[in-house]
């Protein structure tokens, strides 16, 4: 079973610019998640959809960030503006029905620097 | 709001030595316990959970007891590998927090031949 992929691996962009990154889940999985994760830290949630549906984006910076989930399979997170602070991991996860809550599937991230 | 906190590393340990981990969580309701691996270079994988008190996870001879009266859920090896050599997030979910994962800070672990 193919696990989640994540593209690109790397992304080095200078302040101001924009950056979007993409994510094709597990095959099957309603549910997927978008995290950032800063050096030292542990995932924070940005974004989570249910198929095509948003559940969750309290913690989107909407100002910058946007995502979309158009048919419910595949993903892209965009960061408009970037600012200097927006350096970190970018993880993309999904979930099934079949697992707990909290149970996810991890690709392999994103790294962001933003000179 | 629910959250984790877990002992800071970087935790350096020889080869076979024992290992453990501390977590400790709150949470207002009743939530799952998990911990995720990451290895260098890659994404979070799960490594175990538990979902009810006194619950024992375990893989690849990792354990971790879900005890409620302490509010813990400590990871525990009894003989390390370098291959361990990763950063152990401790996460839970919790259906008074919509069934967000919380993650904690995550610890690294170095073991050395």
């Known amino acids: 079973e193919a696990g989640v992929a994540q593209s690109p691996r790397y992304k080095i962009i200078e302040k101001r610019q924009s950056v979007a990154f993409w994510c094709n889940p597990i095959?099957?999985?309603?549910?997927l998640y978008w995290y950032q994760q800063i050096l030292g830290q542990g995932p924070k949630l940005l974004i989570q959809?249910?198929?095509?549906?948003?559940?969750?984006d309290s913690q989107l910076p909407k100002d910058r960030f946007s995502a979309e989930r158009l048919k419910g399979v595949d993903s892209t997170l965009k960061i408009q503006p970037a600012k200097l602070e927006d350096s970190a991991v970018y993880l993309c996860?999904?979930?099934?029905?079949?697992?707990?809550?909290?149970?996810?599937?991890f690709g392999p991230g994103t790294r962001l620097t933003v000179l | 709001g629910d959250s984790v906190t877990q002992m800071e590393g970087p935790v350096t340990l020889s080869e076979e030595a024992c290992l453990t981990i501390?977590?400790?969580?709150?949470?207002?309701?009743?939530?799952?316990l998990f911990w995720y691996v990451q290895y260098p270079g890659e994404g979070l994988q799960l490594l175990l959970k538990?979902?009810?008190?006194?619950d024992k996870g375990s893989n690849k001879g990792f354990e971790a007891t879900y005890r409620k009266e302490t509010t813990s859920f400590h990871l525990e090896k009894g003989s390390v590998q370098v291959s361990d050599s990763a950063v152990y997030f401790c996460?839970?979910?919790?259906?008074?927090?919509?069934?967000?994962?919380?993650f904690g800070a995550g610890t690294r672990l170095f073991v050395k031949a």
């Open positions: 996860a999904s979930s099934s029905r079949d697992l707990l809550p909290g149970e996810q599937f």
């Open positions: 095959s099957g999985h309603a549910t």
């Open positions: 959809f249910q198929n095509n549906g948003v559940v969750d």
């Open positions: 501390n977590c400790t969580y709150t949470a207002t309701g009743y939530p799952s």
């Open positions: 538990a979902t009810k008190a006194d």
């Open positions: 996460a839970l979910s919790d259906r008074t927090g919509g069934f967000k994962t919380i």
